[in-house]
């Protein structure tokens, strides 16, 4: 259907109909019949207001997907297709490490192949949107929904944008096991007051514009069809009425045209904010701020039409509002398909196939970040290994997000231990659960696992015994999957109670102990590191995760992945990451001399383990750090070089990453800032010369006047292993 039928199409819609379009409902509604009570009829959703809403949220499958649209386009006064909706994380039944995980690899290939696989299988099953990526940037560990986003860098966060954009999208969302992404949440959720959920956000519009917006403006420019509002106020102005932030910023300066939905309920809380007087108030702040969709409250379709009656909102707002929820459905192909590619067959073929479960290891190996290892690592064959902790037998070791994840459809450690056991000598013991009931409070509404405290001693001397008669031990512990995600903020990031106690007890029989992380955030992780000669941080990695884990521990993989969010010393540094500023009494612990400086009196100023940062087994030495030449005009370019090589006894591969300083600047300027990485791949024994470009681009930043450019000046160039490399060269921007 071209522009004009569709324009002919809305010209033709009654007011009702039109106003209907912007309703997203639940699928219960559909599926359950759900009853229509009092407070929900009061609320706006009706008979009428379903039979016309433009959008459904929750899996239907593909066959109760179809009866659903029939039904619908049948009922609909113009046979307008109903559109379909899913929170598709970091897969659909196939489960990927989440996407904190996935920054981990400094691969944004990674990401946009698992973001085409669960496209795939979501599409066969009816589902047209999903609301992802996540793209807020996240320095404070404490906020749950860390585990969504790629961390706390502008350009690692921009890249992996793209790529999980162009991964669910391609090049044209009509084609064939493509769905339309939703870039969230716009704008700075990620920046949470005291890193409490849906708390208020207080940025400088230079942070906002320098640091968080970048990502965002990535994905519009990348064609992301869809952005979702945020929870929170900015500059005092909840997101989903705040003009300024969708109209100008959004629409205006990054060109987004493309449907613009509400959080859940998001513009019924502007009441609750103290920003509207009523919801009809909200429905005309949401409307005049540009939000096409009203996820879940009804509050367009009682409203709108009265206050387009008295003046308050245009009716070519609506139109506009209107014609783009309609001109992603033609996009997508409905109009001539109502299905698209839902097909009950190929959900029997697709879903959970092998090539997905393969790239599933395969994401999930490159993910994982060995923070220490003092030689225990990897396994070697015919030894004594003791498999110990809650999370050896564990299934559930997939994001809180993954909601199609299903136990069944994991492997296990022990699992995957099993396979290879003929050649390693093993043993399993639980040692505890994941909570013990002094962790009760760490996941409401959830009951931990009862258990007498007699068969809890039981449970621990087993472990004890394993331990006692092994040459080593990987001790598998880590947060429960619902101790992250939304609504799961933590003001204290230590592992559960019970789990030290397992920790203790094993560490006093044998200290040759590798400990496994699962986690979805941060975590404090200091007594870990004082008990243990190794850690690997695996986070939760999906549905191949137990195969991945045993690859690496036997060292089939040796680790690459590295930190996109640095891990703190302790709680009380967060937010905490690499590019801060200088402050004007900075301190410097190789001078010393803490008196009147920038500094804590009890713990480092430094995380305990940094942005980028990441171990192999492989052991990799830089060398020849040099510039192609030390200046440049706009308009040139600057090669910087370095020497890698590989002087340990395994295979690896290192990401080398490229930091630059700005000097001297305008506004005051980061420490160092991620302005490039190369992943490279080195035998034992061979070097390779690395080589990145440095261009006048990549110095911009956002200056007083909130615009974007280069100023003159010196630059210092780093090429290292992480964030915390030390060795520069400069050169000057004349």
Same mark, same amino acid.
């Given at each position: 259907?071209?522009?004009?039928?569709?324009?002919?199409?809305?010209?033709?819609?009654?007011?009702?109909?039109?106003?209907?379009?912007?309703?997203?409902?639940?699928?219960?509604?559909?599926?359950?019949?759900?009853?229509?009570?009092?407070?929900?009829?009061?609320?706006?959703?009706?008979?009428?207001?379903?039979?016309?809403?433009?959008?459904?949220?929750?899996?239907?499958?593909?066959?109760?997907?179809?009866?659903?649209?029939?039904?619908?386009?049948?009922?609909?006064?113009?046979?307008?297709?109903?559109?379909?909706?899913?929170?598709?994380?970091?897969?659909?039944?196939?489960?990927?490490?989440?996407?904190?995980?996935?920054?981990?690899?400094?691969?944004?290939?990674?990401?946009?192949?698992?973001?085409?696989?669960?496209?795939?299988?979501?599409?066969?099953?009816?589902?047209?949107?999903?609301?992802?990526?996540?793209?807020?940037?996240?320095?404070?560990?404490?906020?749950?929904?860390?585990?969504?986003?790629?961390?706390?860098?502008?350009?690692?966060?921009?890249?992996?944008?793209?790529?999980?954009?162009?991964?669910?999208?391609?090049?044209?969302?009509?084609?064939? =096991?493509?769905?339309? @992404?939703?870039?969230?949440?716009? #704008? &700075?959720?990620? !920046?949470?007051? $005291? %890193?409490? +959920?849906?708390?208020?956000?207080?940025?400088?519009?230079?942070?906002?514009?320098?640091?968080?917006?970048?990502?965002?403006?990535?994905?519009?420019?990348?064609?992301?069809?869809?952005?979702?509002?945020?929870?929170?106020?900015?500059?005092?102005?909840?997101?989903?009425?705040?003009?300024?932030?969708?109209?100008?910023?959004?629409?205006?300066?990054?060109?987004?045209?493309?449907?613009?939905?509400?959080?859940?309920?998001?513009?019924?809380?502007?009441? =609750?904010?103290?920003? @509207?007087?009523?919801?009809?108030? #909200? &429905?005309?702040? !949401?409307?005049? $701020? %540009?939000? +096409?969709?009203?996820?879940?409250?009804?509050?367009?379709?009682?409203?709108?039409?009265?206050?387009?009656?008295?003046?308050?909102?245009?009716?070519?707002?609506?139109?506009?509002?209107?014609?783009?929820?309609?001109?992603?459905?033609?996009?997508?192909?409905?109009?001539?398909?109502?299905?698209?590619?839902?097909?009950?067959?190929?959900?029997?073929?697709?879903?959970?196939?092998?090539?997905?479960?393969?790239?599933?290891?395969?994401?999930?190996?490159?993910?994982?970040?060995?923070?220490?290892?003092?030689?225990?690592?990897?396994?070697?064959?015919?030894?004594?290994?003791?498999?110990?902790?809650?999370?050896?037998?564990?299934?559930?070791?997939?994001?809180?997000?993954?909601?199609?994840?299903?136990?069944?459809?994991?492997?296990?450690?022990?699992?995957?231990?099993?396979?290879?056991?003929?050649?390693?000598?093993?043993?399993?013991?639980?040692?505890?659960?994941?909570?013990?009931?002094?962790?009760?409070?760490?996941?409401?509404?959830?009951?931990?696992?009862?258990?007498?405290?007699?068969?809890?001693?039981?449970?621990?001397?087993?472990?004890?015994?394993?331990?006692?008669?092994?040459?080593?031990?990987?001790?598998?512990?880590?947060?429960?999957?619902?101790?992250?995600?939304?609504?799961?903020?933590?003001?204290?990031?230590?592992?559960?109670?019970?789990?030290?106690?397992?920790?203790?007890?094993?560490?006093?029989?044998?200290?040759?102990?590798?400990?496994?992380?699962?986690?979805?955030?941060?975590?404090?992780?200091?007594?870990?590191?004082?008990?243990?000669?190794?850690?690997?941080?695996?986070?939760?990695?999906?549905?191949?995760?137990?195969?991945?884990?045993?690859?690496?521990?036997?060292?089939?993989?040796?680790?690459?992945?590295?930190?996109?969010?640095?891990?703190?010393?302790?709680?009380?540094?967060?937010?905490?990451?690499?590019?801060?500023?200088?402050?004007?009494?900075?301190?410097?612990?190789?001078?010393?001399?803490?008196?009147?400086?920038?500094?804590?009196?009890?713990?480092?100023?430094?995380?305990?383990?940094?942005?980028?940062?990441?171990?192999?087994?492989?052991?990799?030495?830089?060398?020849?750090?040099?510039?192609?030449?030390?200046?440049?005009?706009?308009?040139?370019?600057?090669?910087?070089?370095?020497?890698?090589?590989?002087?340990?006894?395994?295979?690896?591969?290192?990401?080398?990453?490229?930091?630059?300083?700005?000097?001297?600047?305008?506004?005051?300027?980061?420490?160092?800032?991620?302005?490039?990485?190369?992943?490279?791949?080195?035998?034992?024994?061979?070097?390779?010369?690395?080589?990145?470009?440095?261009?006048?681009?990549?110095?911009?930043?956002?200056?007083?006047?909130?615009?974007?450019?280069?100023?003159?000046?010196?630059?210092?160039?780093?090429?290292?292993?992480?964030?915390?490399?030390?060795?520069?060269?400069?050169?000057?921007?004349?």
């Amino acid at each position: 259907m071209d522009q004009q039928k569709l324009k002919e199409l809305l010209q033709d819609m009654s007011l009702p109909e039109k106003i209907n379009q912007l309703l997203q409902v639940t699928s219960g509604f559909f599926i359950d019949d759900v009853e229509l009570t009092g407070p929900i009829r009061e609320n706006g959703i009706t008979e009428q207001s379903i039979a016309q809403a433009g959008s459904v949220i929750g899996l239907l499958g593909a066959k109760k997907y179809k009866e659903i649209q029939d039904a619908y386009i049948k009922k609909h006064p113009h046979n307008i297709p109903l559109l379909l909706m899913l929170d598709v994380i970091n897969g659909f039944r196939t489960i990927f490490p989440i996407p904190l995980a996935q920054g981990a690899t400094f691969e944004p290939e990674v990401s946009k192949r698992c973001a085409q696989i669960a496209a795939k299988e979501s599409a066969v099953s009816g589902v047209h949107v999903t609301f992802a990526p996540m793209v807020d940037l996240v320095r404070d560990a404490r906020w749950g929904r860390v585990m969504e986003s790629t961390g706390e860098d502008a350009k690692l966060n921009s890249d992996f944008a793209i790529a999980m954009v162009e991964g669910f999208q391609g090049t044209n969302v009509g084609e064939e =096991y493509k769905i339309a @992404a939703c870039v969230k949440h716009f #704008a &700075a959720y990620g !920046a949470p007051t $005291a %890193g409490r +959920d849906y708390n208020t956000v207080e940025l400088s519009e230079n942070t906002l514009r320098g640091y968080y917006l970048p990502a965002y403006e990535a994905a519009v420019k990348a064609g992301v069809e869809m952005v979702m509002t945020s929870f929170n106020t900015l500059n005092g102005i909840p997101s989903t009425g705040n003009q300024w932030l969708m109209r100008n910023v959004l629409r205006d300066e990054m060109g987004f045209d493309g449907v613009l939905i509400s959080d859940w309920a998001a513009i019924e809380e502007l009441l =609750y904010h103290g920003y @509207a007087n009523d919801r009809k108030e #909200a &429905a005309g702040l !949401a409307m005049n $701020a %540009g939000v +096409d969709i009203d996820m879940m409250t009804g509050i367009y379709s009682k409203n709108l039409e009265s206050l387009i009656e008295d003046g308050t909102v245009k009716e070519e707002l609506l139109d506009e509002a209107v014609l783009r929820i309609l001109a992603l459905k033609n996009k997508l192909g409905l109009f001539e398909n109502p299905y698209k590619d839902a097909d009950e067959e190929k959900e029997k073929e697709i879903i959970l196939c092998e090539e997905h479960r393969k790239v599933s290891l395969e994401a999930a190996e490159k993910s994982f970040v060995l923070l220490k290892n003092d030689g225990i690592l990897p396994l070697k064959k015919k030894e004594k290994i003791a498999f110990i902790g809650p999370f050896v037998s564990e299934k559930e070791i997939y994001g809180v997000w993954s909601m199609l994840g299903r136990p069944e459809d994991t492997v296990s450690i022990e699992e995957a231990a099993d396979k290879i056991r003929m050649d390693y000598e093993f043993t399993f013991a639980k040692g505890c659960n994941i909570l013990g009931d002094e962790d009760s409070d760490l996941i409401p509404n959830q009951h931990v696992q009862e258990m007498s405290k007699e068969d809890e001693e039981r449970m621990l001397q087993e472990a004890v015994e394993a331990a006692k008669n092994a040459d080593k031990i990987v001790l598998a512990l880590g947060e429960h999957r619902r101790m992250s995600g939304e609504a799961a903020s933590r003001s204290d990031l230590t592992l559960p109670k019970v789990q030290y106690k397992l920790l203790d007890a094993i560490y006093e029989v044998n200290p040759n102990i590798a400990v496994l992380i699962f986690t979805g955030r941060p975590l404090d992780l200091r007594e870990v590191s004082e008990k243990s000669k190794a850690i690997l941080n695996v986070w939760l990695p999906g549905t191949e995760g137990g195969t991945a884990i045993l690859n690496t521990l036997i060292g089939k993989v040796s680790p690459s992945g590295k930190l996109p969010m640095s891990f703190p010393y302790c709680v009380g540094q967060v937010p905490v990451h690499y590019n801060e500023y200088f402050t004007g009494r900075p301190y410097d612990p190789k001078t010393g001399g803490k008196e009147y400086r920038s500094n804590y009196r009890d713990i480092p100023n430094a995380p305990l383990y940094s942005f980028g940062y990441g171990l192999s087994y492989a052991k990799f030495q830089y060398d020849e750090l040099k510039l192609s030449k030390d200046s440049m005009s706009n308009g040139e370019t600057i090669e910087a070089y370095v020497t890698l090589k590989n002087v340990g006894e395994y295979a690896g591969t290192e990401t080398v990453q490229l930091y630059i300083r700005d000097c001297v600047g305008s506004v005051v300027r980061p420490r160092k800032e991620l302005k490039g990485y190369q992943k490279i791949m080195l035998q034992p024994g061979e070097a390779k010369k690395v080589t990145f470009e440095i261009t006048e681009e990549m110095l911009r930043f956002c200056k007083a006047d909130s615009s974007f450019g280069s100023e003159k000046g010196e630059f210092y160039v780093f090429l290292g292993t992480d964030s915390s490399t030390e060795e520069f060269v400069s050169f000057n921007l004349n």
